[in-house]
Nanobody, 128 residues
Framework: QAQLVESGGGLVQAGGSLRLSCAAS????????MAWFRQAPGKEREFVTA????????YYAESVKGRFTISRDNAENTVSLQMNSLEPEDTAVYYC?????????????????????WGKGTLVTVSS
């Protein structure tokens, strides 16, 4: 059964860094583009970043551009999110998601409806 499991969340002070990881199992990892979304309390789930199967193309939300970096290791079936210069506004549950590679367009990857598989999320709390 296909599964995504996130790890690495926690409490960090503003200006600090965290690295999230997502381990994929039960699927052919290179057939999927990968993404991170987040959901803050009382808000809708929103797109953060996405990466193509080949590592060659990425998309970022404007709010995280220059601070967050997505990467993937196809040999290890993992995708990571390096988050630097964290702000209290980054506080949210962060979700890893997978979408079939042919869906990798800016429009589709930014939509929750475009994803085929979700992890259960990991909480990131940034204190001021």
């Amino acid at each position: 059964q296909a599964q995504l499991v996130e790890s690495g969340g926690g409490l960090v002070q503003a200006g600090g860094s965290l690295r999230l990881s997502c381990a994929a199992s039960g699927l052919t990892f290179t057939r999927y583009a990968m993404a991170w979304f987040r959901q803050a309390p009382g808000k809708e789930r929103e797109f953060v970043t996405a990466i193509a199967w080949s590592n060659s193309n990425t998309y970022y939300a404007e709010s995280v551009k220059g601070r967050f970096t997505i990467s993937r290791d196809n040999a290890e079936n993992t995708v990571s999110l390096q988050m630097n210069s964290l702000e209290p506004e980054d506080t949210a549950v962060y979700y890893c998601a997978a979408a079939m590679s042919w869906k990798f367009t800016s429009a589709t990857m930014r939509r929750t409806s475009g994803m085929d598989l979700w992890g259960k999320g990991t909480l990131v709390t940034v204190s001021s």
